[in-house]
């Protein structure tokens, strides 16, 4: 037939293909998990969404379809699959927007899940919808409740006045992690500091298991070392010093006691006991005024990293054991007092920190520290200051010594002496667990006038939140709760007294510290989960998030499981056997998306012009999963046109058996790397891949059946309503999703083909396979009729081309 006489290409019409489909799924329970059967459990988890007005976002679509592939993939491998969705639908931005409208926010909640649940329907994604959660439901708060009161019996909740971080704009107490950069996480508002009687919990003592915990999980690298830093376990000492002329001592912590024969001066936290206690009568005033003033300055302009340091000298000296050197003792706000002892001892020579402090206060620097350099001039630059490597001089019976081993010798000098103790100090601290605010699960706690706090029984939860007229806290930073006075009156679970109830509610951390759990069996009204649920699915197999979660998220649900677990309720201590994260789909140019700049990409437009599988597999081929990708436009029209390629493929070549044989190489060349890929969530990749063999079937006049059902397989969990539609009209009995996995052997296709990396300027952009033994020429074709490469070289001829035979092509731009 001459290229007159061909037929017009079949339309690929995915507004029409996908709802179909996406029906035929939910009417046959295609994605409902079996807690028991044939096949091995796997455990595929998403962060569930926080649904906020705006709806579901590019992002939100980029981790969730990466791991829909993976859950589609591991039912073809035969496993039983749990794959569930829900809401974390407690917080501040549902309530700010109630306080602005009137709204109550239970109604906003509905009408935004029902927005997010559309959107990921008219996505495809394969979730079990019959295990929906919402965090907000009160059947689903008595659990969070309940595993408060398990809290509060272990001894692990308590209440007590503290320092806390407040945000006067949103009027609420928040953890450390909450504040960023000084500034509440939120609404980006200055933090002040505001003592306060707070619910908190003792997630200290978990600290070392939450440690040795690690060992035991597939963690990236990076989240991993996000989770060590935050817990920040240190072993150092604790040495005391005696102050001078009366009967204190100071106790400072550090790490590098091998430093303090250049020990100087000591520095106190402003809310250090000793900081007005032993000032003397000439510097009392001075030094109350500092304190005061550094209560309520910003939280970003205290601490080590604060850019100027300021203080103020007590009057009092400590005596270093060492030296006998009579050390000047301030308060400084560059001291945390929630850090170590909240005292340090400076050694300006040999910390930077402390040698900006010195020069400020013109306070003596001395080296005993000499590094490979061999300098031993005075310290007078900061590029001066020794701090990781170095021999010790001018320090005793420590002079020769690498610093490592003069470390361990100090300590067991000062401990002989007894002017010290070995210990371990933690950067993590007690979580802050009160919210004075409205939306959020009420604290199930009652205070009786005779009993103390009591929690409320078993059986009278959950504690359900009550209406309000105002939602907004009170002038005194309590919760709107407290205004409800027929609510707060009640009895004592304990003595039948009167008794008040707490009015504090928990923070949104608490719901999603669970909410895996609650997945496993998310109808159960007479536990939050049965053991044999619990056992059947956990622990979770992959989990994938934000970056933004692998400290607070991460750390307070692994430390909610290990608890559980020490409790008896959970089988496994650490709930998430391997954790991955995504990189930020940022805007045009690299900025991040945001409404100010009008650069926010919906969904919702995407899947009306393109389709749902355009969007998936675009999110999957945009670039390294890992990293943070602007979205293109031009690239996602690559994309559309690949999959009506696919589907002119399917309906207009004859698929039959036989055929040309190196297509079907091909295609299990593409389904290896594609299965390999997935797991290496290497998913741009494998989108390549087969956008390559899809290249090569156009060209053939008669497709492998064998290929061509092996390619649909393998594209099912990027496109799976285009997958779908073409398994269909092959004639083949049930869903391509239910079909077999095509696993190739390395063996079948390894002696034929090598995979070349593509480098642009330096950076990997691409791998394309080649067969053994290619030319260099050859090569460079097969690289440049990549669309992904011809697009990050955006029209440019490259000044050289370089190739290392085997591995890498670079085109030098």
């Given at each position: 037939m001459s290229p007159e006489q061909k037929p017009p290409r079949a339309r690929y019409r995915s507004a029409e293909i996908e709802p179909k489909w996406q029906k035929t799924w939910e009417e046959s329970g295609a994605n409902r998990a079996e807690d028991s059967g044939s096949g091995e459990k796997y455990y595929v988890l998403v962060e569930f969404p926080y649904p906020s007005g705006d709806g579901?976002?590019?992002?939100?679509?980029?981790?969730?379809?990466?791991?829909?592939?993976?859950?589609?993939?591991?039912?073809m491998q035969g496993y039983r699959v749990l794959f569930p969705i829900g809401w974390d639908a407690f917080g501040l931005p549902t309530e700010n927007y109630a306080i602005k409208t009137g709204i109550h926010p239970a109604k906003v909640t509905k009408d935004n899940t029902d927005t997010?649940?559309?959107?990921?329907?008219?996505?495809?994604?394969?979730?079990?919808?019959?295990?929906?959660?919402?965090?907000?439901?009160?059947?689903?708060?008595?659990?969070?409740?309940?595993?408060?009161?398990r809290f509060f019996r272990a001894g692990l909740a308590y209440k007590g006045k503290s320092f806390i971080n407040w945000c006067p704009v949103d009027r609420v107490g928040l953890a450390n992690e909450e504040v960023v950069g000084g500034a509440c996480e939120r609404c980006g508002s200055p933090v002040e500091q505001r003592e306060k009687e707070q619910w908190m919990v003792r997630i200290t003592e978990y600290a070392d298991k939450l440690l040795a915990g690690l060992d035991t999980v597939?963690?990236?690298?990076?989240?991993?070392?996000?989770q060590e830093h935050w817990i920040g376990r240190k072993e150092g000492i604790e040495i005391t010093y005696p102050v001078e002329g009366g009967g204190e001592t100071v106790t400072v912590f550090t790490t590098r006691p091998d430093t303090n024969f250049g020990a100087t001066f000591v520095a106190l936290s402003p809310r250090h006991p000793l900081a007005e206690k032993i000032s003397t009568p000439e510097q009392a005033a001075a030094v109350s005024a500092y304190v005061a003033e550094a209560q309520s300055k910003r939280a970003d302009a205290r601490g080590a990293e604060a850019k100027e340091k300021t203080g103020v000298f007590t009057g009092?000296?400590?005596?270093?054991?060492?030296?006998?050197r009579r050390m000047p003792i301030y308060v400084s706000d560059f001291v945390l007092d929630g850090v170590g002892t909240g005292a340090l001892v400076g050694v300006p020579g040999h910390d930077l920190r402390d040698f900006e402090f010195a020069r400020a206060f013109d306070l003596d620097v001395v080296r005993v520290v000499v590094g490979a350099d061999g300098d031993t001039s005075e310290i007078t630059r900061p590029e001066q200051v020794q701090e990781e490597s170095g021999t010790m001089v001018r320090s005793g019976f420590l002079d020769g010594k690498d610093i490592h081993e003069a470390t361990k010798l100090a300590m067991d000098h000062m401990e002989e002496q007894g002017w010290g103790r070995r210990t371990v100090s933690y950067h993590l601290r007690d979580w802050v667990f009160s919210r004075q605010r409205y939306w959020g699960e009420?604290?199930?706690?009652?205070?009786?006038?005779?009993?103390?706090?009591?929690?409320?029984?078993?059986?009278?939860?959950?504690?359900?939140?009550?209406?309000?007229?105002?939602?907004?806290?009170?002038?005194?930073?309590?919760?709107?709760?407290?205004?409800?006075?027929?609510?707060?009156?009640t009895t004592c679970p304990s003595c039948s007294a009167p008794a008040r109830r707490e009015t504090d509610v928990m923070p949104q951390w608490a719901g999603s510290s669970w909410y895996f759990l609650r997945y496993v069996d998310p109808k159960n009204g007479e536990a939050f989960a049965s053991e044999e649920a619990l056992k059947s699915w956990m622990p979770v197999?992959?989990?994938?998030?934000?970056?933004?979660?692998?400290?607070?998220?991460?750390?307070?649900?692994?430390?909610?499981?290990?608890?559980?677990?020490?409790?008896?309720?959970?089988?496994?201590?650490?709930?998430?056997?391997?954790?991955?994260?995504?990189?930020?789909?940022?805007?045009g140019g690299g900025v991040k998306m945001s409404k100010s700049k009008g650069n926010v990409v919906n969904p919702d437009s995407v899947v009306a012009s393109h389709g749902a599988d355009t969007l998936r597999t675009y999110e999957m081929f945009m670039g390294p999963f890992d990293q943070a990708i602007p979205w293109d436009s031009k690239s996602i029209e690559g994309v559309h046109r690949f999959l009506s390629r696919v589907h002119a493929i399917g309906h207009e070549k004859e698929i039959a058996p036989g055929g040309d044989e190196s297509l079907v190489r091909a295609a299990k060349r593409a389904a290896k790397k594609v299965s390999d890929d997935i797991e290496s969530m290497s998913f741009n990749t494998a989108v390549s891949a087969l956008m390559v063999w899809s290249n090569e079937a156009m060209k053939a006049d008669v497709v492998p059946q064998e290929a061509w059902e092996m390619f649909l397989r393998s594209l099912a969990p990027f496109a799976p309503h285009l997958a779908e539609e073409l398994w269909a009209k092959l004639g083949k009995e049930g869903s391509v999703h239910a079909a077999p996995w095509p696993e190739v052997a390395a063996g079948e296709i390894a002696e034929e083909t090598v995979r070349i990396a593509v480098q642009i300027s330096g950076r990997t952009r691409e791998e394309v396979e080649v067969p053994v033994g290619a030319t260099r020429e050859e090569v460079e074709r097969a690289a440049l009729a990549s669309e992904r490469v011809r697009g990050f070289m955006g029209g440019s001829e490259p000044q050289r081309v370089v190739y290392v035979p085997g591995r890498i092509i670079n085109f030098v731009l």
């Open positions: 579901l976002h590019v992002g939100h679509v980029r981790s969730y379809t990466a791991m829909d592939v993976v859950a589609r993939k591991r039912r997010f649940r559309r959107q990921l329907k008219s996505l495809g994604f394969s979730f079990d919808w019959d295990r929906e959660v919402n965090t907000t439901d009160p059947g689903y708060y008595r659990w969070t409740q309940w595993m408060f009161t597939d963690y990236l690298h990076k989240i991993r070392a996000q009092a000296y400590a005596i270093n054991h060492l030296t006998d009420p604290i199930p706690m009652v205070h009786c006038g005779a009993c103390g706090w009591v929690p409320v029984p078993d059986d009278q939860l959950p504690v359900v939140l009550p209406d309000v007229e105002e939602y907004k806290p009170g002038a005194d930073g309590e919760s709107p709760l407290a205004s409800v006075e027929d609510w707060i009156a197999d992959w989990y994938n998030g934000g970056m933004e979660h692998t400290t607070l998220h991460l750390l307070y649900s692994r430390f909610w499981n290990h608890f559980l677990h020490d409790q008896g309720f959970v089988p496994c201590a650490e709930p998430y056997a391997k954790r991955t994260s995504q990189g930020m789909v940022l805007g």
